[in-house]
C-alpha cells in the first residue's frame, strides 16, 4: 500500500517545526501494518536520532490508556459502580457542591470540576514556607495535592455541562489506589501492562529513583522541554507540572510508553469490543466507547474522546464510531471502530521548548492522508 504522500506529510512537518521528529504506527486489522521513525529524538544537549523503539512521555493518554482502563478492571471486579458517587471513596470531597459527582461524570469530563489548577505552585511554596525538605515529588506531596482538590468548588452543576478537566482524573487515580490497596503504577503495571508483555510502558516514580539514587535510561526516550522552573532538561521524568509534584505518577499524566506498546493494548482493547471474552467484558468496553448522551453536545465517552462535528484533530475521514484522544506532549491515538484501523503519533513536539502548537494544524491532515491511502 502507497504511504508516499503519508512520509511526504511527516518530512514537511520536520522542515516546518512541527516536531523534531516522531514515530507513526498505523494498523487496519491483520490485513496492514505500518510503523516508521521521523526525524530526531533530541536537537539538545546534541542531536541524536529518532527510532521506532522510542519511549515517549504520552501526557494526557494516560487518562484513556491506563486511568480508564484499571478503571474498567475495577467496574468488572464489581468493586465499584459508574453511578458510584465519588464521596463515597473520598468522603471529604462532598463540600462546595461536589456531593452528586459520580466516577462517570468525572471518566465523561462533566463533573463540573474546573479544568486545572497550578497545584505544584502549592506544593512548592509549601517546602519553602514549611521547611519541608525534599517535599515536591513525595507521596506527601501527593495526599496534599488530594486534600486541595477536595476543597476545590464547582464550576458548574454534575451533569450539566462538558469541560475537560485533569483534576477529574488525577482524583479518579485515588480512586483506583484506594479501592485496589496499591499504587496507581503498580496496579497498572501488575494487571495491564505486564500481562499484554507491554516493557516498555510505565510511569517514572521520582520518589524511587531519588530513594535509590537511580537514573533513566535516556537512551531510549525522547526528552521534552527545558523547563524554566526545574531549570533542566526533562528526560525521563514527567513534563506535566502536577504529575511532576506528585512524584510522577498520577491519574491524569505521568505515563510512558513506545508505539508498539500502545498497539498491544489498543489490539487488546479492540478485540474485547469485537468479542466477547478477554480482559474487559464487551459489554462495558462499549459502554466505556458510547458517547455520553447527559450532556448536549459533549463528544465524550468515558475516559476516551469522539470526533468533533468539525474541526477534529482526526481529521474528515475516520467515521463516527470512533475513539480517540491527545497528549500535550505531541502524542495521540485514534481507533475508527468502523474500518478496524488505528494510528498512533508520538512526537516531543515540547522539545526543547512548550510553545510550539504547530501540531494541531497538522494532526487532521496526517489523519486524512492516511484514511485515503488506506481506501
Avoid at 30 to 42: E, V
Avoid at 155 to 181: C, K, N
Avoid at 275 to 295: A, H, N, S, Y
Wanted: include cysteine; hydrophobic fraction near 40%; glycine fraction near 8%.
Amino acid at each position: 500500500m502507497a504511504f508516499e504522500l503519508v512520509e511526504e506529510a511527516m518530512q514537511e512537518a520536520l522542515a516546518e517545526g512541527v516536531f523534531p521528529g516522531a514515530v507513526l504506527l498505523v494498523r487496519q486489522g491483520d490485513a496492514f501494518f505500518y510503523l516508521r521513525a521521523f526525524g530526531s529524538r533530541s536537537l539538545v544537549p546534541q542531536v541524536a536520532p529518532m527510532r521506532e523503539d522510542t519511549i515517549f512521555d504520552v501526557a494526557s493518554l494516560t487518562k484513556p490508556l491506563a486511568t480508564s482502563v484499571a478503571m474498567m478492571l475495577l467496574v468488572k471486579e464489581g468493586k465499584i459502580r459508574l453511578d458510584d458517587r465519588v464521596a463515597r471513596f473520598v468522603p471529604n470531597f462532598s463540600v462546595h457542591g461536589k456531593a452528586q459527582v459520580t466516577l462517570r461524570q468525572l471518566l465523561a469530563h462533566c463533573s463540573g470540576l474546573p479544568a486545572w489548577k497550578p497545584y505544584y505552585k502549592e506544593v512548592l511554596a509549601e517546602e519553602r514556607r514549611g521547611g519541608r525538605v525534599n517535599f515536591l515529588g513525595t507521596s506527601a506531596a501527593k495526599a496534599f495535592v488530594y486534600q486541595f482538590i477536595e476543597r476545590e468548588r464547582a464550576e458548574a452543576e454534575p451533569g450539566t455541562r462538558t469541560l475537560y478537566s485533569d483534576i477529574g482524573f488525577i482524583l479518579l487515580g485515588a480512586v483506583i489506589e484506594q479501592l485496589s490497596g496499591m499504587s496507581l503504577d503498580r496496579f497498572c503495571q501488575e494487571r495491564i501492562f505486564r500481562p499484554l508483555g507491554m516493557r516498555s510502558t510505565g510511569f517514572v516514580d521520582l520518589g524511587l529513583l531519588r530513594a535509590r539514587r537511580l537514573e533513566p535510561i535516556t537512551e531510549m526516550i525522547a526528552p521534552t522541554e527545558e523547563c524554566p522552573w526545574r531549570q533542566k532538561l526533562l528526560w525521563g521524568e514527567v513534563h506535566d507540572d502536577n504529575a511532576y509534584a506528585m512524584g510522577g505518577v498520577a491519574g491524569h499524566a505521568g505515563l510512558f510508553s513506545s508505539a508498539r506498546d500502545i498497539d498491544t493494548l489498543l489490539c487488546c482493547l479492540e478485540d474485547c469490543y469485537y468479542r466477547v471474552g478477554g480482559m474487559i467484558p464487551q459489554r462495558l468496553i462499549r459502554e466505556f466507547w458510547t458517547k455520553d448522551p447527559t450532556v448536549p453536545g459533549s463528544t465524550w465517552c468515558l475516559g476516551w474522546d469522539t470526533p468533533s462535528p468539525q474541526g477534529s484533530s482526526a481529521g474528515r475521514h475516520f467515521s463516527a464510531e470512533s475513539v480517540g484522544h491527545l497528549g500535550f506532549t505531541g502524542c495521540s491515538v485514534w481507533i475508527d471502530l468502523a474500518e478496524r484501523c488505528h494510528v498512533v503519533l508520538l512526537s516531543n513536539r515540547v522539545h526543547p521548548r512548550r510553545d510550539n502548537d504547530k501540531i494541531r494544524e497538522f494532526r487532521p491532515r496526517l489523519h486524512d492522508l492516511i484514511r485515503e491511502a488506506l481506501g
